[in-house]
């Protein structure tokens, strides 16, 4: 069927649009088009990319101050990432998590999180080298000692149990 191939290529050129305005400091331009690329997703099933928009809407939301939303997108594209398996999409997710627990002043939680997304075989690289720059941020605010401690931390918890443990804490 064609017109669900044009509704894909919608969905995409509206999330493309998305990433550009929020490269450009664009974010309330970007969620605008993130939420119809989102809406496109939905009515397809297209799992795989809510999951991604969600993850690439939340920064967008967080710069813009709105933790609270920021943090409900995140939960959800992890949720849905985490249900297909799609560890690449979920990582995204937790960077962003990491994001918004830096902001809130939270820096053990958002390093732990940083490190587990570092180390993480399937992290995509745009996800390393955004956790990279909040990991480099965070380290100059603590004494390398307190910097041992939480990577020690983050090795001993599973990626899995990490998720879980954001997925459950979240929904109270």
């Known amino acids: 069927n064609s017109s669900i191939g044009f509704d894909w290529g919608l969905g995409t050129a509206y999330r493309a649009l998305g990433k550009i305005a929020q490269m450009q400091g664009q974010h309330e331009q970007a969620v605008v088009m993130f939420r119809k690329s989102l809406d496109i997703f939905s009515q397809l099933g297209g799992s795989w990319f809510v999951a ?9 939301l967080l710069t813009l101050e709105d933790e609270a ?11 849905i990432a ?35 997304v570092l180390n993480h075989p399937a992290s995509l690289q745009v996800t390393k080298y955004r956790a990279m720059a909040l990991q480099a941020e965070l380290e100059a605010q603590i004494s390398p000692t307190e910097m041992e401690t939480i990577q020690a931390h983050a090795k001993g918890k599973s990626y899995e149990q990490i998720v879980k443990d954001l997925l459950i804490q979240q929904s109270v």
């Open 82 to 116: 985490t249900d297909i398996h799609g560890t690449p999409v979920a990582l995204d997710a937790l960077a962003g998590f990491a994001s918004l627990q830096a902001k809130q002043g939270d820096k053990e939680h958002a390093l732990e999180l940083l490190v587990l």
């Open 52 to 60: 991604r928009v969600l993850a690439e809407m939340g920064v967008s």
């Open 69 to 79: 939303e920021a943090g409900r997108v995140w939960r959800e594209s992890l949720s």
